[in-house]
């Protein structure tokens, strides 16, 4: 049973930076390609970021290219995204999830985390 856990979510101003971690149980992370996803109150879960297995490749959302950097750290089963010029828009609760290498936005497992919330104040 995979078990995703993502933290380092909190309360910051616009402009602002937030690290946030992901650990994954129950399964290797380097076996997969990885990603962030993040839903906002009233919309659909959508896509964030994903890096693959070696770490090589990043992808991004348009509007997080340039402010957001997608990393893992296989031999911890640890991934990071580090969030910079944090706007209100980026409000959202953000999860991780394992990524289909085929379909990078495509998300591959199908139990999801509590996710860690991020609020980015105006």
């Known amino acids: 049973q995979v078990q995703l856990v993502e933290s380092g979510g909190g309360l910051v101003q616009a402009g602002g930076s937030l690290r946030l971690s992901c650990t994954v149980s129950?399964?290797?992370?380097?076996?997969?390609?990885m990603g962030w996803f993040r839903q906002a109150p009233g919309k659909e879960r959508e896509f964030v970021a994903a890096?693959?297995?070696?770490?090589?490749?990043?992808y991004y959302a348009d509007s997080m290219e340039g402010r957001f950097t997608i990393a893992r750290d296989n031999a911890g089963n640890t991934m990071y995204l580090q969030m910079n010029s944090l706007k209100s828009e980026d409000t959202a609760v953000y999860y991780c999830?394992?990524?289909?290498?085929?379909?990078?936005?495509?998300?591959?497992?199908?139990?999801w985390g509590q996710g860690t919330q991020v609020t980015v104040s105006s």
């Open positions: 999830n394992a990524v289909f290498a085929s379909d990078y936005r495509r998300p591959y497992f199908t139990s």
């Open positions: 890096i693959t297995r070696s770490g090589d490749t990043t």
């Open positions: 129950g399964r290797t992370l380097r076996s997969y390609a």
